[in-house]
């Protein structure tokens, strides 16, 4: 708090000194928009302008920016979820199946995560069969 107060008298003092009047610490001057559009200026804390950060700060480009998701990893990434979701869906559809129990249907997990659609016919049929033989009898 100290710090800015000091800043300030210096400040003052240096514009004496100088033949200047001294910086206006009044917060009635103060800048519409269109006159800091205009100026192209606004401070931004410790006295720096907008301009002058821009010109130390420039913008990159997105792809400099986000080097990890240009068009093309985007477009793997995409594949690669829509393969994951076609290889996992038996394995879910045998889980949330109530076809099977216990470890009846852990080896049927396992049929279809690793044979994927051809382990969920196979599941399927052996499991629908099973059911036709129960009720029939």
Do not use: E
Request: contains cysteine; positive net charge; aromatic residues 6%.
């Amino acid at each position: 708090m100290r710090a800015p107060v000091l800043a300030l008298c210096f400040a003052s003092l240096a514009s004496m000194a100088v033949g200047q009047a001294p910086p206006d610490t009044s917060r009635s001057r103060r800048m519409s928009v269109s006159q800091i559009v205009a100026n192209g200026t606004t401070t931004l804390g410790r006295g720096a302008s907008r301009r002058a950060y821009v010109q130390r700060h420039p913008r990159k480009p997105a792809a400099a920016r986000h080097p990890s998701m240009d068009p093309d990893t985007r477009l793997i990434i995409l594949a690669v979820s829509v393969l994951a979701l076609i290889h996992l869906t038996p394995s879910i559809w045998v889980l949330a199946s109530g076809r099977s129990h216990g470890g009846a249907k852990f080896g049927w997990f396992l049929l279809a995560l690793l044979f994927t659609w051809l382990g969920l016919a196979v599941f399927l049929i052996s499991t629908q069969a099973s059911r036709d033989r129960n009720s029939g009898a």
